[in-house]
């Protein structure tokens, strides 16, 4: 289980009179369940990446806590992280190493025997499909193929909490179909606690139990897709997402894609203005 409070981030850019605050995370609050897939649902510049950045110990949070099964990450990072799993937006795989030999050495990392990791290894590209992969090295893979690489180190050590940011992006329509498929199978079989962030609401209706709704670096709203639906009475979720994420008014009004504070993100657009 994953719980996070009052989360806080800000960068710091530029220096001098140049110099600017952008507010990323603004106190964002939610609870990922085990055996549940929690999706973090928010326009560009929402700040999903901050907070799991945040939630994998990758950046320090200004305030706030992060607790992984009963573990705060901020005080005991290594005990936290090993109950983790992430897959960042970077993929980072070693271009000569193998897909096999990427896996195995993350394995390795985390304090496993070599024939403990092998195994594993094995048992992973079985359940991600991909066994002619193995003994290629990652240089030249495509989107999906490094992803699935990600992924299955990601899972090497068995964590009982995954966290993926933005898993779908640049994969073709049947890799995201065997991701979907992947996840909710880790999610039956090993009531394993998933939480994903996504900008793309039909995704995040298909597959997730609990939908955590970020806008301008703060929890607007959190349930599932049909309670979501009932408390915007709405009938279709992309309206009821854009009525939590942008203001009631906004639902059905075309031009919010191309306002500029969305390209920006909403919150960042504001926070720039407000140190003009
Ligand atoms: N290292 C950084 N330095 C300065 N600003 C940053 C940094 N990282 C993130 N931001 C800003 O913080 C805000 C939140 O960014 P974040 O990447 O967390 O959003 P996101 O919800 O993941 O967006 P997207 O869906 O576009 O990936 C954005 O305005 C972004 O420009």
Known sequence: ????????????????????????????????????????????????????????????????????????VASQPRAALARMGVLSDARGLYPRLTARENVVYYG????????????????LAGLLDMQGLLD??????????RMKTALARALVHNPPNIVLDEPTNGLDVLATRALRDTLRRLRDETGK????????????????????????????????????????????????FVSLAFGAGAASSHGVANSTDNRMGTHAASALKEQA
């Open 136 to 145: 290629r090295r990652t240089d030249g893979f495509s989107q999906g193929e």
């Open 1 to 72: 289980m994953i719980d996070v409070q009052d989360l806080r981030k800000s960068f710091v850019q530029g220096s001098g009179r140049r110099k600017q605050t952008v507010l990323a995370v603004d106190g964002v609050n939610w609870r990922a369940e085990d055996g549940r897939i929690t999706g973090l649902l928010g326009p560009n510049g929402a700040g999903k990446t901050t907070t799991l950045r945040m939630v994998a110990g990758l950046i320090e949070p200004d305030g706030g806590t992060v607790v992984v099964d009963g573990i705060d």
């Open 193 to 240: 606690c998933i939480v994903f962030s996504s900008h793309i609401m039909q995704e995040v209706e298909r597959l997730c139990d609990h939908v955590v709704v970020v806008a301008h670096g703060r929890t607007v709203a959190s349930g599932t897709v049909p309670g979501l639906l009932a408390q915007t009475g709405q009938t279709d979720f992309e309206e009821a």
């Open 108 to 123: 390795r990392l985390h304090g496993m025997s070599g024939a403990d990791a092998n195994r594993r290894c094995i048992e």
